[in-house]
DNA sequence: CGCTATTTGTTCAGCGATTGAATTATTTGC
DNA sequence: GCAAATAATTCAATCGCTGAACAAATAGCG
């Protein structure tokens, strides 16, 4: 029950015609088959008239095209589909990890049109170094979409760290990074993406919620809420409520690593004590396994038990399952409070899942009082390890779905 | 972030007067101070030419009403104010509970009007009597408040129990209901208020998520992000986001109480182990610190407890101590996941809050990592017991307030 | 092959709501 | 008593939606 329809400001005379475009255009992008213009019509409830008068704006501005008439049954003349624009505008999606750069580029349908990955040891690279290796990858990827007729209208930056609202980011403690004023530092290059009204030309945002965006976007028939773990060395847990990333009131929320799932257990780095990152973060699975603290990347330590669980390893086994048993614990505590009935499993999570499921499932079925109505889906990200940059570029692009009025006033 | 700016239907013609007299009565039950028509027009964007035609219609609808000259310093003239009216339409709040019936009148202001509460054992009394008792208090508090020129338009049911989307509450194990069908049973009285578009007859809803509603309208300058604490037999939670109650999925949001907080700990009647209500639900709290389990009501047990711990009682305070940081861990976990800044503690718990604050707090300040950036507060709740029922009330004065359209087309 | 029914999409006069400038109203300060 | 300042209203112009009529395109049927 929203009780603010309304959007925020003012409703004016022009305000009719940009929520009419967003209103066609999302119906567009939500449809599993191309709509004509009558079925948009009738789904919106606004007059044919109306309708074509709006889509003849998207298809001038190269939000929508058409298909080729659809093979129907029946008589009357055969409708014109229409679909999202695979030219146009598109978003630009950046992430700077540990171990790798990825960059992205997803269409208006979220269709990732182009993706580079660097592998490289960002922790010995400074900031500013970092990003202008990235800048460099970001300008090659924008060429390459030009040429497929995409023009990039805003990029988001994934950074496993925390970040305020100004872009800084505070701390990012596996990168090494502190306090580094990220927009101001890309500042200093040649601008990457056209400036479009109403479309921030750079968001900077932690790559769990990032990739919790991702998976809300590219999985078509996807729940519009749902909760998306991703386990790394910290566990960051992105809580995505009707179809938005819910940030909290400073945009700090999703912290589900210092839930407490043995409050007086081992002592967290967070000052409290059994904090489920103790339990179920990769370090602590990687130690309960047995295996020696690997000098780099957390990929190659989760792939080595990943493989040692397929041969039957009963060390890894049980660090696993007893990983899951916390997670699980953790998660039906979200599950009661939120009342949600999907998480994703992503980030190392991801190739974990089969070892992880099974626990978390009995958890939230022993704990959850409502499991019994209504099962629980727990899954593993569809996205690979790029995931953020993924999910990056694709907020944009849905950025541009919810308010294409900005892009049409643009160049006209 | 919300990308979906856009209202969910159409957006026709008449849309836009919709939403603007939503914009507009909006600000004026924001403002701290009665604003003039020129500051409607500043603060909205509208032109003072709209803002004065929508003013208008607001004035003809008696939703709003001039108040005395503001005095103010400097030239001009002076401008009048606006403040909601204390005539025209109301919210009917009801709840059924343990042991009371509880009926009030808010209007557009958020005024409690009237105000009614019969205490009985309704433990023993069936369904249909309990709702047949219920709506005679209301009968007379709707003409109690014709007389003061409100018209009821719609009503909202507080029950301690789940509730179903249609209405049907489907276990309140308190109340020892089991699937009434609480709309069923109150059509077959008079109606208790006047229909109007848009508005509800009758809402059936959780006491739970009325309560905190009730925090949220009541607080003139509130944060709109809140966690609201019901501590009674059970413990629920209503988690308010950018001023809506979050639902969930399903509706059933708010399960904190079973939270796990020692995850080996006591099995609970959800099938969990170490659940919160297990350690700071009423009943725990009240054995704990040694008192026998009384007969009725819960109320009798808590103010005894207060009492006691008012003396000193060392038992009670051991109890309370417990019980608290038993909730701050909760707590803690929950602040954690959603960045919310700001906890009431309502229902039982709103009278034992001086010994249960500090423990909650203790735990917030050594668990949550944010907390030495931006503090949390922790309060109790300043309404009185029968906080779901003026809950209930004001959230529908607040439709009234979000969506005026509706009303207003009413009788022209 | 031609006619009709059917559905899609467009055109156009009408209308409601906002806009911006001009106008009126009311008070303070000199 | 007059000018400056602020508040609120009036009014022609304009923007965008509506509803109905109209044009386009196809399947079914004799």
Known sequence: MSLTHAPAGAVRQGSLRELNLALVLGRIAAADRPPSRADLATATGLTRATVSAVVEDLLAGQLVSESDPAPRAGAGRPARGLVLADQGPAGLGLEVNVDYLAVCVVDLAGQVRHRTVHRADLRPVAPADALAQLVEIAGAARDDAASEGLTLVGAALAVPGLVDDTGMVRLAPNLGWRDVPVPALL????????????????????????????????????????????????????????????????GWSGEIGHLPVHPEGRPCRCGGQGCLEQYAGQEAIVTAAGLVRTELPADTATARLAELAEAGDPDALRA?????????????????????????????????????????????????????????????STLGAEAAAVGAAGSVARRIVAQPAGWLARSG
Do not use: K, M
Request: aromatic residues 4%; contains cysteine.
């Open 187 to 250: 500042a200093e290059h040649p601008p990457l993406v056209e400036q479009v009204p109403g479309v921030p030309a750079l968001v900077v945002d932690n790559e769990a919620n990032l990739a919790a965006l991702g998976e809300l976007h590219f999985r078509p028939p996807g729940p519009a809420s749902f909760l998306h773990i991703s386990g790394e060395v910290g566990i960051g847990a992105g809580i995505v409520l009707d179809g938005a990333l819910f940030r909290g009131v400073r």
């Open 320 to 380: 696993l399952h007893d990983a899951g048993t916390a997670l699980g614990v953790a998660v039906a505590g979200v599950v009661n409070l939120l009342d949600l009935d999907t998480v994703v499993l992503g980030g190392g999570y991801a190739a974990l899942a089969p070892w992880l499921c099974p626990p978390v499932l009995a958890e939230i079925a022993s704990r959850v009082l409502t499991a019994a109505w209504s099962p629980v889906t727990v899954r593993p």
